[in-house]
């Protein structure tokens, strides 16, 4: 199995407190090394993705925005969650350029499973506006490149992340070729998209205080049948673990066996569908050694 990650990452700064740090991902990596997982797996730094496969997914004019709000120094809020730094974007298209490059590399044969550990992260960005942490949708550019390859018919996004994916539900809604699968906690941010009705869009919300067992019910409930419906080629996924009983932003009680569990539920129907192809993207995890254990679990599960 083979890792994306990039030191440019760290150099994406937000404004002090906030949740969304640089020390997620170099807790992260740490951790990994220290516990060997990092020379178990290949770890390899991606390059920027291409521009042409960003607008096929954002608008020209999201794109534009976010270039010219590019501070030359310190740091600029878009909105109250959503800072940028000289090297923000620079960032986000290295965090897609991962998701890209894994897709690309577990399409051509090279890998079956990969996982990238990035940050920003993606999943709220919708096609016109960068919002929750997020600048681009690395996921959804992805999944959307991916329909270009001859032997792709159908793409699944499953995000168990504990914010509603409405970024990803956004920009893929009128693709019916791509499923796209969230659970999260209900009511709770960013309190859109999350009650879109139509055959490719499967929200799963999960009231406050759900458990590790309220949750697998939940995803085999409402995403297994749709997942043998769609019997997709290739399995993407937004990896948040601020599910977790120990994250201080929500308030579900995941434990790393349930995300253990959840990585090895979707590898399974990969198995069953996709030859076994996954491509994982870090979205949400905001207590760093949750985190830690968390992703630990998920990569264990993954390989």
Not at 61 to 81: M, N
Not at 105 to 112: D, H, K, R
Not at 245 to 269: C, H, K, M
Request: proline share 7%; hydrophobic share 40%; glycine share 6%.
């Amino acid at each position: 199995m083979r890792i994306y990650t990039h030191p440019e990452y760290l150099n994406h700064q937000v404004m002090d407190g906030h949740p969304e740090r640089p020390e997620r991902l170099s807790h992260l990596m740490k951790h990994l090394s220290q516990i060997g997982l990092t020379q178990d797996f290949e770890v390899v730094q991606p390059q920027p993705v291409p521009t042409s496969r960003i607008l096929a997914a954002h608008s020209q004019s999201h794109v534009d925005f976010l270039r010219g709000s590019s501070p030359q120094e310190g740091i600029v809020p878009l909105d109250p969650d959503t800072w940028m730094s000289p090297a923000s974007f620079c960032a986000a298209e290295l965090a897609a350029g991962a998701v890209f490059s894994g897709m690309d590399t577990v399409l051509n044969g090279a890998q079956q499973r990969v996982f990238c550990a990035v940050r920003p992260p993606g999943h709220h960005a919708e096609r016109d506006s960068a919002m929750g942490f997020c600048l681009l949708n690395s996921v959804a550019i992805a999944a959307i490149a991916a329909l270009d390859h001859v032997d792709v018919e159908r793409v699944a996004i499953l995000d168990f992340d504990v914010h509603h994916g409405n970024g990803t539900v956004d920009v893929c809604r009128d693709h019916p070729q791509i499923l796209v699968c969230s659970s999260f906690q209900s009511p709770y941010y960013p309190n859109r998209l999350d009650d879109l009705v139509q055959p490719n869009i499967v929200n799963t919300p999960l009231v406050a205080g759900s458990d590790g067992k309220m949750f697998r019910a939940a995803l085999e409930r409402d995403w297994l049948p749709a997942l043998e419906a769609h019997q997709p080629d290739i399995v993407f996924i937004s990896a948040g673990f601020d599910a977790h009983v120990n994250d201080p932003l929500a308030d579900l009680r995941l434990v790393e066996d349930d995300y253990r569990w959840v990585t090895q539920f979707i590898g399974s129907i990969a198995n069953q569908y996709a030859q076994g192809r996954v491509v994982s993207t870090l979205e949400g995890g905001y207590d760093l050694d949750a985190l830690a254990r968390s992703v630990t679990a998920h990569l264990e599960a993954l390989a």
